[in-house]
């Protein structure tokens, strides 16, 4: 059998495993070549970091202050339990490590990045870990001074409204804010005299033979 390329035609081929002329390291290993000649079977794969998976929740003003559980599904379908900490702000994120999609090649996997909407309360509002709100009180309860009920977020409370309360006199609940430990806050009641909504006839005749000197705008002038 003769030479199917020719006389004279054969020639050799040289594999270079060190460094290119220029002084770089070759951009291929005999490994990558073997891998290449059998399909690409047994080729490594690069370790890489998996996907977070974004997630968004709302929850109600008393969970963010208090603390509570929010079952969330995550965008592969999973269901899971977050645990809402006490003292969660609006617009915090939660981030839950190694519980989002699967790493390549041995990395480590992703995390769940849970971005937390609250809820407004109908009548508190938050200062830090302090809560705000108005109370009402009726004229009688501000001249004479009362016990009224007030609602916190751990009950309602009894609160004594002082005789010849003003609207805009606060009163201090120690302890009745944001319960976080270590940093548990007030609630401030601020004190607002609301006269009725409809005309009340014994009001009215008070009002008339009321007989006084005082000038509330005094300090206008």
């Not at 009362?146 to 309602?156: E, M, Q, R, S, W």
Request: proline share 7%; glycine share 16%.
């Amino acid at each position: 059998t003769g030479n199917p390329f020719g006389q004279g035609n054969t020639r050799d081929f040289h594999f270079t495993w060190g460094e290119g002329e220029d002084g770089a390291a070759a951009g291929f290993s005999a490994e990558d070549i073997f891998a290449d000649l059998l399909g690409g079977r047994g080729r490594r794969t690069r370790a890489g970091r998996g996907e977070d998976f974004p997630a968004n929740v709302t929850v109600s003003f008393e969970e963010a202050a208090r603390g509570g559980t929010r079952r969330i599904v995550l965008p592969n379908g999973e269901q899971i339990d977050v645990k809402i900490p006490a003292g969660l702000k609006d617009g915090q994120q939660i981030r839950l490590k190694g519980r989002g999609g699967a790493g390549r090649g041995g990395g480590a996997a992703g995390d769940v990045l849970i971005q937390v909407a609250v809820a407004p309360h109908p009548w508190l509002n938050r200062d830090g870990n302090d809560l705000r709100m108005d109370l009402p009180v009726t004229l009688k309860e501000a001249v004479l001074g009362a016990k009224v009920p007030v609602p916190t977020l751990t009950g309602t409370v009894s609160v004594t409204v002082p005789p010849g309360s003003n609207t805009g006199t606060v009163l201090r609940l120690k302890g009745k804010g944001v319960a976080v430990p270590g940093k548990s806050g007030d609630l401030y009641v601020r004190l607002a005299v609301v006269l009725p909504d409809q005309p009340d006839a014994e009001l009215e005749r008070f009002a008339a033979g009321w007989k006084t000197a005082y000038d509330p705008r005094a300090k206008l002038r």
